[in-house]
């Protein structure tokens, strides 16, 4: 099974978070020579090592050496294969073929997976999500500058007569109670310096512009992210990329 390298609009990447996570869990880094071969079990046992190694490590970078000045054609070939976007897909493939119990595309099986282990996952899904800073657009600019991130939430349903009723906003419709099929309490913050198109400070900036256009709510967004428990009901997503 391989991943489609779908045409994506990203709006945030993360260089250092994709490059590391990369050096430390797949085999692709140039520069590194391969080690002996491995098959059957010891391949599998390794990569299991390498993962959970990297999860528990909150995936730091590490150093690659790479023997001599490359030509010019090797530099170029170099920097197609080590921009965000190449590792972001290539991350996805290898997460697919080979640690896919570790890797989910609902964010219901995901928090039901680290519910049940209380081990972190990586998802990579497409959701509604929130931005609370932005329910008065006026004031969201001013408050993501002086935190320096922008914090999102997948808005969650609460009881109310036996129903559940979004905390925020009730919607009535069959989209909405789809959206919201999780219960758990699910949040993310991103980083400032991480997003494309324009300094987020800006209000010309692209994300700005979404954000303060939609007023913060029912942002549709892709994330590959690496979702870890929190407490009770509680997750966060730390983001690698998020797109349209």
Same mark, same amino acid.
């Given at each position: 099974?391989?991943? &489609?390298?779908?045409? =994506?609009?990203?709006? /945030?990447?993360?260089?250092? #978070? ?5 050096? =430390?869990?797949?085999?692709?880094v140039?520069g ?16 299991r090592?390498?993962v ?7 995936? #730091? ?23 965000? !976007?190449?590792? *972001?897909? !290539? ?7 080979? !640690?896919?119990?570790? *890797? ?8 039901a ?19 609370? @800073?932005?329910?008065? +657009?006026?004031?969201g &600019?001013?408050i993501?500058?002086?935190s320096?991130a922008?914090?999102?939430?997948? +808005?969650? +349903?609460?009881?109310?007569k036996?129903?559940d ?5 009730? !919607?009535? %419709? @069959? @989209? /909405?109670?789809?959206r919201?099929?999780? %219960? ?11 997003f ?9 900036s692209?994300?700005a512009? $979404?954000?303060?256009?939609?007023r913060?709510?029912?942002?549709k $967004?892709?994330?590959?992210? *690496?979702?870890?428990?929190? #407490?009770?009901?509680l *997750? =966060?997503?730390?983001? /690698?990329?998020?797109? $349209?």
């Amino acid at each position: 099974m391989t991943a &489609l390298r779908i045409p =994506q609009r990203f709006i /945030y990447l993360d260089s250092l #978070g994709l490059d590391s996570l990369h050096a =430390q869990i797949t085999s692709l880094v140039p520069g590194v020579p391969k080690r002996g071969e491995q098959t059957g079990n010891a391949s599998a046992r390794s990569r299991r090592e390498r993962v959970a190694s990297a999860l528990r490590s909150f995936l #730091g970078l590490r150093g690659v050496n790479i023997v001599g000045p490359p030509s010019p054609a090797e530099e170029l070939e170099g920097r197609e294969r080590t921009s965000p !976007e190449a590792r *972001y897909f !290539e991350l996805i493939k290898h997460l697919v073929q080979f !640690e896919h119990e570790l *890797y989910f595309v609902d964010l219901a099986e995901a928090t039901a997976r680290c519910e049940s282990t209380g081990e972190a996952v990586f998802v990579n899904v497409g959701a509604s999500f929130d931005a609370p @800073d932005f329910y008065e +657009p006026a004031k969201g &600019l001013d408050i993501a500058t002086r935190s320096g991130a922008v914090f999102f939430k997948v +808005p969650w +349903p609460r009881q109310s007569k036996g129903r559940d009723v979004d905390v925020d906003a009730y !919607e009535n %419709s @069959d @989209d /909405y109670f789809r959206r919201s099929k999780t %219960s758990h309490k699910i949040v993310m913050s991103a980083g400032l310096d991480k997003f494309t198109g324009g300094r987020v400070g800006s209000v010309t900036s692209h994300i700005a512009l $979404l954000l303060r256009g939609s007023r913060g709510r029912n942002l549709k $967004l892709r994330v590959f992210g *690496y979702l870890s428990p929190l #407490g009770a009901d509680l *997750y =966060q997503i730390k983001p /690698y990329a998020i797109s $349209l």
